[in-house]
């Protein structure tokens, strides 16, 4: 059973790629870019500028940290790995994990900059060990 919000999100989600496969990737990427959307607009309000730096740690907050660890921040780089997924999307598959990353990559875009780019070394969905993301920000754009 879900033990909050996020985990039945997940579980939402699981069942819905399970029944449709491939097929229903990309509604989950666009609900979950339109949840990141939001949350990136209101964490921008409670901030007090738009660095990547300054939404990264914010971002980090929200996060266990016995589940996951804060690589860098900067103002063009943000490196967080995780060995437990919110969403426990834990041995399903790299592409149903990047569908749902569409929440994490709108809520930078929208918070921070439509030039944040996210790069997922590992994930735990494909059996990685651990999941790695790097989202990056070249000098200048903004």
Do not use: W
Request: hydrophobic share 35%; net charge negative; charged share 25%.
């Amino acid at each position: 059973m879900p033990q909050n919000p996020t985990q039945a999100q997940g579980l939402l989600i699981k069942e819905t790629y399970k029944k449709f496969g491939q097929e229903a990737l990309p509604l989950i990427r666009d609900v979950c870019g339109k949840q990141g959307q939001v949350l990136g607009a209101k964490i921008l309000q409670k901030l007090p500028d738009n660095r990547l730096s300054t939404v990264a740690g914010a971002f980090a907050k929200s996060f266990d940290p016995k589940g996951s660890q804060v690589i860098s921040i900067a103002d063009d780089r943000f490196q967080i790995q995780g060995t437990r997924c919110p969403f426990g999307l834990e041995n399903t598959s790299r592409e149903l994990c990047e569908a749902v990353m569409e929440i994490d990559l709108a809520y930078f875009r929208t918070a921070v900059s439509d030039s944040v780019q996210l790069e997922i070394t590992t994930t735990v969905a494909a059996g990685d060990h651990c999941c790695d993301t790097i989202y990056t920000l070249e000098n200048g754009q903004d």
